[in-house]
């Protein structure tokens, strides 16, 4: 399944991994691509580690498994750098994303050597400038769609704008915070691959 990107989401339960992989399975599927969308549930409780998938092809998916090799990894919390191998499996020509503050060189020793495409983007302070509180989810899956181009930014965010007024129609305030909240992690990564 050459034709098929993998992405494996690392967070803690009450963090939104688990919808941002669901959402980016949405909005790719109403673009016309096959897609899954999973968690892996173990002990849910907040703040416990949790890992979610996509697979998003343009062909038929026919495995139903884990993803072990993943082409993307997102990392939606950074305590989980010294806990759990975020990197386990993550093909070189790929790419981790960390919600961080640091730098990518800053975190690159917490990677155990990996040696890809190293991107972090602060979900907090754009959560928090957005939203006014830290939901990091969706920062975070805008920097996946940025890094791992799935889909054409416009087309996102078109998708995106869909789904939250679908899910949030009798609160445009929400609506509007998580569009803002897009698009500055959107710039925010574009400033850094042009700095």
């Known amino acids: 399944m050459t034709d098929t990107i993998e992405i494996r989401w690392h967070g803690r339960g009450g963090q939104g991994a688990k919808t941002a992989a669901l959402l980016l399975a949405d909005v790719a599927f109403s673009t016309g691509k096959y897609v899954q969308g999973f968690p892996e549930y173990g002990p849910e409780r907040m703040g416990a580690p949790i890992t979610a998938f996509n697979r998003i092809s343009d062909r038929d998916i026919r495995v139903h498994s884990n993803i072990y090799y993943p082409d993307y990894v997102a990392v939606v919390d950074e305590t989980l750098l010294h806990t759990v191998d975020v990197t386990a499996g993550l093909k070189s020509e790929g790419a981790i994303i960390v919600n961080t503050a640091r730098t990518a060189d800053e975190i690159r020793p917490a990677l155990r050597g ?31 769609v940025a890094v791992s181009e799935v889909m054409p930014k416009d087309v996102f965010l078109e998708e995106m704008e869909k789904s939250y007024q679908h899910k949030f129609a009798r609160k445009p305030e929400v609506i509007e915070g998580n569009m803002k909240a897009l698009r500055m992690t959107f710039e925010a990564l574009e400033e850094r691959r042009t700095a």
């Open 114 to 144: 990996y040696e890809g495409r190293v991107f972090t983007i602060d979900a907090r302070a754009i959560s928090e400038e957005a939203l006014g509180k830290y939901f990091p989810n969706s920062p975070m899956l805008a920097a996946v």
